[in-house]
């Protein structure tokens, strides 16, 4: 433990060292200088246990190597893992992260902008659902997934190949009728394409589907009448559900298993996302799998390195199919 | 959008509103000054969109409204969960939250603890692993499940409680011969204290009890070993097993049914930590659930408002048993 005494400035470094203060920050900030003069600076910082002031230092540079976080919450397996990557990407380059779990609240979300241009964050990653979301040209921000426009660079996974993927190895499976199932944002968002790409494949195959759309905020139970009305005879219509969630598609087993209906000799689901038990174990059902660690690396990419003036206004990374028991293969 | 001028500075908004710098000041800590005047600031304020620079800010205060927070990961539910709750909690108090997921990296715990002094937060509550960790006293430190010594606040759930509860419960629902699995910590934490808990309820109760402890990084196979070995005649030695988290218990299910054992007709399971499928869901195991919002809200208190002068050493609190399936009730 350091004792509680005031902490060292750069003068008491440059005294210890016996150099001039110019030395000293030169060495702090990685500006080559003679080589004895660098190690005293060293050795004057490590006896000192000399601590730059980040604070300071923020003020002089503008630069204050933080990136905020905006996630609507932790508790989703998907957006925690997100997190989990974007902290990694960040961590690699020495960056630290804000985190904001703003729990949907669209005040709340516009609030932590806010909060995030005092702290001036060298960046902003969101995952926002707020549609009137206001955001400063002074703050660079990329945005996951919902897509605010071509001033405002947006990352995803290839949402419309995933959809596609889905319904094509349904139909490899053998399945002959098929369903889409949405809960979902009438934002303009990427994983709508989700729906775009089942359906293309569907009509490429000749396959017919039929689809289940419900907004946010509707309940489930809304998708347990639907499948209730295509059960006959103990039957149901379809032999193959593409779910736009893995949330939903494990609800959907439940819900199809408690009717007598066999998953997935009866019916065959593919969900979307790739969430895995307690993070790292089996995949929850058969999935189409996001590039989380891909889709963080090119967010802190693009807010860091590269820039966002140049940036293209959507990147779809590409996504693959994980096989998790409720498919044929 | 905002355009990208110049920012505004507190004597742009005192020149704006036709008052002395010092009352623009005062506004702005939330210092009463008259009505009339609190209102020309704030219409100041908002006319030139002043933001507060909180870097300088924190130059002046010595304070950063900022708290670091370290755990391993945010791919475990656990971890995940356990951020969220400290998230809202931060913010319900206008504090912002730096997170950092170490990865079980002694070396990277040990340079974040640098970066937040460096930071200048106003505190760290973290989850470590490390046996080494350096903390300099001027950082408020509250630490969660792991014990470091009587000058370190520590904050967990009644673990010893839940063994307790745990054994309890099995032996209240028929269990004659039970079993404690545990892959965990050397250090001295309080997860640890599971194992005491259902001891001294196994004795109390005269119930006889085999325990199976393992090491972190021992893979998960030396339990299916151990399962085995109490394997006679598709008959397992045991009735009960108490599984130090629900990831363990978890896997021990699938082992159990893929050896014809059937769960919970022949051998009932309960874990530790009231995991949930996609967060909100049903839970995985009958389980002992964490408190997590109210750790949250204990650790953030701690930091933010009673200060870590008077705080107790170890602060445990209460947990409950939910029934998920894997017991008879």
Do not use: W
Request: charged share 20%.
């Amino acid at each position: 433990m350091a004792e509680t005494t005031s902490a060292p400035t750069m003068k008491d470094v440059a005294r210890e060292a016996g150099v001039a203060l110019g030395t000293v920050s030169k060495v702090m900030n990685g500006i080559p200088v003679g080589e004895s003069y660098r190690v005293r600076v060293e050795e004057a910082v490590a006896k000192l246990n000399y601590r730059v002031n980040s604070y300071a230092k923020g003020l002089k540079t503008n630069r204050t190597y933080t990136v905020a976080v905006l996630v609507p919450n932790l508790v989703s397996p998907f957006f925690a893992k997100l997190v989990n990557c974007l902290n990694r990407s960040l961590s690699a380059r020495k960056h630290r992260m804000l985190l904001f779990a703003t729990d949907y609240d669209p005040a709340q979300e516009q609030e932590y902008v806010i909060l995030a241009e005092q702290q001036k964050v060298d960046g902003i990653i969101c995952l926002s659902y707020n549609p009137a979301l206001k955001v400063s040209e002074s703050v660079p921000l990329v945005s996951i997934d919902r897509y605010f426009g071509a001033q405002i660079p947006c990352v995803s996974s290839d949402n419309y190949g995933g959809g596609r993927l889905a319904a094509e190895k349904l139909i490899e499976n053998g399945c002959r009728n098929l369903a889409f199932m949405r809960i979902g944002s009438k934002l303009t968002n990427e994983p709508n394409k989700r729906k775009d790409g089942f359906i293309s494949a569907c009509e490429a195959l000749n396959v017919p589907y039929t689809l289940k759309m419900v907004d946010d905020f509707t309940p489930y139970s809304a998708f347990e009448e639907f499948l209730r009305e295509h059960l006959r005879g103990g039957k149901l219509d379809f032999d193959g559900i593409f779910c736009v969630t893995d949330a939903l598609a494990y609800q959907t087993v439940r819900s199809l298993r408690s009717m007598g209906v066999r998953v997935p000799e009866d019916v065959q689901i593919i969900g979307f996302d790739g969430t895995q038990y307690f993070g790292d174990q089996d995949y929850f059902c058969s999935t189409i799998v996001q590039p989380l660690p891909e889709i963080a690396e090119t967010c802190v990419d693009m807010i860091l390195e590269k820039g966002l003036s140049k940036a293209p206004s959507l990147v779809c990374l590409p996504v693959m199919y994980a096989y998790g028991g409720t498919t044929k293969a």
